[in-house]
């Protein structure tokens, strides 16, 4: 029922976000115009605070200031990386002013997680970040196995970010929202004190998320912060920029993006319409973004993420236009944004167990799945 009153109320939806980019004091009402129609994108005006090498932002309404750039976990658990370099390069992220970490349960078998904590555990270093992960669990019981865990690899009895990680399908907020759900696993975990905030994650459609945001609000639920893509192949299909972004900055949600460079080894600079790096991180940046997060993996990609911090100025009008106005040609079909258009990042589609079985009442209407 609840979906089926989300779609017919989708173009409303939709039009509403549209319209709040007019009231909002970081947005510009002009930009290029694809086969979509106009291309409205959030904007901010005000870059940070720059404090060294690295920008800081107001994280929605926790009360938290966080970099304006974060350290995605997937990437430091990747085999190339030893886990002596892992820790070396959190350490020097840190160091130089890096406070968000990102990361996720199902993160290369838990070695993310793993590695990280053991970084974290030495020197104080705990102490100086803002620690998020995120779990796959659909059901109470699977989510608080899968944050204990995420507990146990992570070194400590407080994660400040707990996320519901690829809500990629739209019964994903239905079966999270039921009875014994995993929303009571991490509500419960939060008045136990193992967290401080929630929020969700996605990468495949805009829709999703403003489904997933309209449950929980029927549940009386607000969420903390999202998690979403931004890059320059976004604005021109299926973009969560131009969908999701007005709602969050309009209820005021701590709003975190991803795959700048569109995931795995720079897919959008393979493309030929972006050929410099900072050029994604600053189109990032542009937006009402609290933190950007980006893989880094080697020291001179963690350079580059402190290079795109302290060199970037919101754009004005006509070059953030121009920028977008490069990507176009290639991005309206999606077919740089493999996370959109494939399972190749979908996680979750290929380990279906990670979200737990059905709930019990599904059993019982229907006790042999259908062929």
Known sequence: MERRS???NLAFTAAAAQA????QSGSSAT??????????????????????EMLYRKFGSTGETVSAIGLGGSHIGKPALNQAAAIRLMHQAIDRGITFMDNCWDYNEGRSERWMGDALAEGGYRNKIFLMTKIDGRDKNN????????LSRLRTDR?????FHEILRFDDPDRI???GGAWEALLAAKKAGKLRFIGFTGHKDPHVHLYMLEVAAKHGFSFDAV???SNLMDAHFRSF???VMPKLVEQKIGIQTMKPFCGGDGIILKSGAIRNPIDCLHYALNLPTDVVITGIDKPEILDQAFQAAKTFKPLAEQEFSALLTTTAHVAETGQYELFKVSAHFDGTARHPDWLGGDDPSVQKLAPEPAG
Request: glycine share 8%.
């Open 143 to 150: 989510a608080t196995d899968q944050l204990n865990d995420s």
């Open 227 to 229: 998690l979403m893509p």
């Open 6 to 8: 989300f779609l017919r």
């Open 159 to 163: 994660i400040d970010l707990v996320q």
């Open 31 to 52: 930009a290029p115009t694809s086969s979509a129609g106009p291309v409205r994108i959030p904007r901010v005006t005000n870059p940070g605070e720059l404090r060294g």
């Open 241 to 243: 920029a131009q969908l």
């Open 177 to 179: 929202f039921r009875e």
């Open 20 to 23: 709040a980019l007019g009231q």
